[in-house]
């Protein structure tokens, strides 16, 4: 295991947490933030990625989603 794994286990740890609080005081767009860095840690944990790279890759992702979803069309 190499520090951007561990890296991402805590940034995954504090997305969760920081799902859950703003679940419980309604910050809506909290909850969606939470969702991104969670998503981001999972990701850099499982991969050893720098932050760089994965927020590169997961924008790439999210432009492909958007132009495939025919409600955004």
């Known amino acids: 295991m190499n520090w951007d794994q561990i890296a991402g286990n805590w940034q995954r740890v504090k997305g969760a947490t ?3 609080w703003c679940r ?3 910050d809506h767009a909290g909850v969606v933030a939470g969702l991104r ?3 981001l840690g999972a990701i850099r944990a499982a991969y050893g990625v720098t932050r760089q790279a994965n ?3 997961l ?3 999210l432009e492909r989603e958007h132009k495939a979803d ?3 069309k």
């Open 18 to 20: 920081r799902q859950q």
């Open 24 to 26: 419980l005081t309604g």
């Open 37 to 39: 860095q969670r998503s």
């Open 55 to 57: 927020q590169k890759q």
């Open 59 to 61: 924008a790439e992702w």
């Open 70 to 72: 025919p409600i955004h």
